[in-house]
């Protein structure tokens, strides 16, 4: 059986902070980082304070781009009054990846203990991109890269990978 062959993929970075700037923002910077070592695209970086509708409009265009094949964004995924980033995503989803969140907090739990509840981590598929959200820790990050999403966006990993279901998300 031949081992099938590394494909980057074009995947955009979104941070949704109020406070964070391009020099500040240590987890969205992570993820460019992991991604592109990973041999991954960076597709586009954005910053945006933490407003729904902000959030909507960007994750919106990149889901309409057809270049853009997944989405990472970084903050917004706790329970104060500003963290709207589930709220702004899950309409957009066609499908949501519902073992995402809880296999996060499974795995985060491990880390911060009992802290874990505070997170909201989503992930699903929107118009043939795979969205993912995690919280604005740069630790989340890492976990939620390293742990999760790099394995299920290289083709390699067996025995099943979301990125050899990407031809198959339109139909």
């Not at 960076?42 to 304070?49: D, S, T, W, Y």
Request: a negative charge; glycine letters at 8%.
């Amino acid at each position: 059986m031949a081992i099938a062959q590394f494909i980057p993929i074009n995947i955009a970075v979104l941070t949704v902070s109020d406070s964070r700037t391009a020099e500040t923002d240590k987890s969205g910077q992570l993820l460019c980082d992991l991604l592109l070592e990973a041999g991954h695209h960076l597709a586009e970086k954005v910053i945006v304070p933490d407003d729904i509708y902000q959030i909507r409009a960007v994750v919106s265009r990149w889901i309409a781009d057809e270049l853009v094949q997944a989405v990472i964004t970084t903050g917004g995924t706790g329970v104060t009054g500003r963290d709207g980033t589930p709220e702004a995503i899950q309409p957009l989803l066609d499908k949501e990846i519902q073992g995402f969140g809880e296999i996060f907090r499974m795995i985060s739990y491990q880390e911060i203990k009992t802290s874990t509840i505070q997170s909201r981590a989503l992930s699903g598929v929107a118009n043939g991109t795979y969205l993912f959200c995690l919280p604005g820790s740069s630790g989340a990050c890492r976990t939620g890269w390293d742990a999760l999403i790099k394995e299920q966006l290289d083709v390699r990993h067996t025995p099943c990978n979301l990125a050899q279901l990407m031809p198959r998300l339109r139909e």
